[in-house]
């Protein structure tokens, strides 16, 4: 099995960790159990530099210790549209920067370069270097296909037959992605967008497959239905995310889609202006019922479900971090650890993170859903009876409305 996480961002791009380097990436991904990683941004000449010095370039793939990295960049579109791109090797990247480079004024120093070209374009030049592109955070109502265009096709034009995978992004999951009949031949990628390489940020949402090789054949053989399977996709729950109800941009008081359309889209609360969410513009875009054959797993990451245990108000303080390492030290990697140990043998090294885990694992949690550009809350219940109360108390929030 390959567990992999495709999109990620290195420190030359705008808003990224001076962490994300190679090495601390590689690291890290070791930590969490990831296999391939996507190099994010290999657009840029000064990350390619970086990349080159720090990996060894095998058959398909690029290597730092145990970690098969694959060039990967994003890239914005005239329609400020996000899209993924994944290359087979270096020398195809340079290929490709001679293309992408006469369409763009900052792709020297950006990270996530702005091509002047729309989506059609843009596939079109990635397919002509035998790339590997999909939309990235399909749902997000700012940057991403969805958020622009009511369809695939509106954004790809006959292009649209040459994607190979869509990203599903933070505030959505494969449940409400298929219930869109145009993403039926696609592989949904669950990637964490990482901008730090911390264990809650880089690999926060991955993949896992069975490839016939861990390599960029390997991928687009499964992208193709060729070869291999996807089994599993695994991330935040979708009420997690930051726009998955419609709900205000300044106070993040939450509406039901009746509601904002009665309030002209305007909040009650302080006037601001209300963002439609995820969960509403799937409703909207939908035209068939949800069924996708590849599980979806809602798990926060290991330091996540540290800092809601312990209570704190960030991952990195150095409570959360201490017993996020006696963990990593005790039982291997994080993925392993939140997916597979035994809840006994995990308890004997932490109780109440053990006890957390198995909350998690059994659904015993309250999800209080984000919106407006506020992240959801997960509230761990002692028991029934405090999972009831929570329910009670903020049952309006849990549903996404203003008022009952
Ligand atoms: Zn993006
Ligand atoms: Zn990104
Ligand atoms: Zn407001």
């Not at 790339?131 to 749902?139: M, V």
Request: include cysteine; aromatic fraction near 8%.
């Amino acid at each position: 099995m390959t567990d992999f996480d495709l999109h990620i961002h290195g420190k030359h791009s705008g808003g990224v960790s001076p962490e994300m380097e190679i090495p601390v990436i590689a690291e890290e991904a070791e930590k969490k159990g990831l296999d391939m990683v996507g190099t994010g941004d290999i657009l840029n000449p000064k990350w390619l530099q970086h990349v080159k010095e720090e990996t060894i370039e095998k058959n398909g793939y690029l290597k730092h210790r145990d970690i098969k990295f694959l060039p990967t960049t994003e890239v914005e579109d005239e329609d400020r549209i996000h899209h993924l791109i994944i290359f087979p090797d270096l020398e195809t990247v340079e290929k490709a920067y001679q293309d992408f480079q006469e369409l763009s004024d900052d792709i020297r120093r950006e990270g996530r370069p702005r091509i002047k070209a729309n989506g059609e374009k843009i596939v079109e030049i990635a397919k002509k270097h035998d790339c590997l592109i999909g939309p990235c955070h399909a749902f997000t109502p700012y940057t991403a296909v969805y958020g622009k265009k009511d369809s695939l096709k509106e954004c790809y034009g006959d292009q649209v037959e040459n994607l190979d995978f869509l990203e599903l992004g933070l505030s959505a999951d494969s449940e409400m992605a298929s219930k869109i009949s145009e993403h039926k031949d696609l592989v949904f990628l669950s990637n964490s967008d990482a901008h730090s390489p911390w264990p809650h940020r880089l690999g926060r949402e991955f993949n896992r497959a069975e490839l016939e090789e861990e390599s960029f054949e390997g991928l687009k053989k499964l992208f193709k239905g060729k070869a291999g399977e996807l089994r599993l996709n695994v991330g935040l729950d979708p009420r997690e995310g930051k726009y998955h109800c419609s709900a205000c941009n300044s106070c993040h008081q939450k509406y039901s889609v009746e509601e904002a359309k009665d309030f002209d889209w305007s909040c009650q609360e302080c006037s601001g202006t209300i963002k439609k969410g995820v969960r509403d513009r799937v409703n909207e875009l939908s035209d068939k019922e949800s069924g996708y054959s590849v599980d979806y797993l809602h798990l926060p990451p290991l330091a996540k479900i540290i800092q809601y245990t312990v209570g704190h108000a960030s991952p990195t303080t150095k409570t959360v971090q201490d017993r996020y390492e006696t963990l990593n030290k005790e039982f291997g990697a994080e993925i392993d650890i939140l997916v597979e140990k035994d809840i006994q043998q995990l308890a004997q090294v932490d109780r109440e993170v053990a006890e957390s885990i198995r909350k998690f694992r059994n659904d015993e949690i309250v999800m209080i859903p984000g919106g407006g550009g506020e992240y959801g809350e997960r509230i761990i219940p002692e028991d029934t009876e405090e999972k009831k109360e929570v329910i009670e108390n903020r049952k309006d929030e849990i549903n996404c409305r203003y008022r009952s």
